[in-house]
Nanobody, 124 residues
Framework: QVQLVESGGGLVQAGGSLRLSCAAS????????MGWFRQAPGKEREFVAA????????TYADSVKGRFTFSRDNAKNTGYLQMNSLKPEDTAVYLC?????????????????WGQGTQVTVSS
């Protein structure tokens, strides 16, 4: 059974940092593309960042480029999203997703597996 479990969310002041983790089980992450998406109340799911299955290519939303970094530790079967210089508009539930042998895709419907999400709240 495939599971993706996010952690690392919390409450932080504007300008602060958080590192989100996405721990995978039931699949070998080194053969999967991963994506991070976020959803705020009353808004549609929004693309944040993605890494392709080989780990050699990443894509970022313009709103987070230069502030967020996506990385992966294949030995731990875990992906990470380092978020720096956080802004109140980054407040949302953050979800990770995985796609077998995928590219660094920004479309949520492409991904096969999803986690439950972790809440990130940035206060001004």
């Amino acid at each position: 059974q495939v599971q993706l479990v996010e952690s690392g969310g919390g409450l932080v002041q504007a300008g602060g940092s958080l590192r989100l983790s996405c721990a995978a089980s039931g699949l070998t992450l080194s053969t999967y593309a991963m994506g991070w998406f976020r959803q705020a109340p009353g808004k549609e799911r929004e693309f944040v960042a993605a890494i392709n299955w080989s780990g050699l290519s990443t894509t970022y939303a313009d709103s987070v480029k230069g502030r967020f970094t996506f990385s992966r530790d294949n030995a731990k079967n875990t992906g990470y999203l380092q978020m720096n210089s956080l802004k109140p508009e980054d407040t949302a539930v953050y979800l990770c997703a995985a796609k077998y042998l995928g590219g660094a895709y920004s479309l949520p419907e492409i991904y096969e597996y999803w986690g439950q999400g972790t809440q990130v709240t940035v206060s001004s």
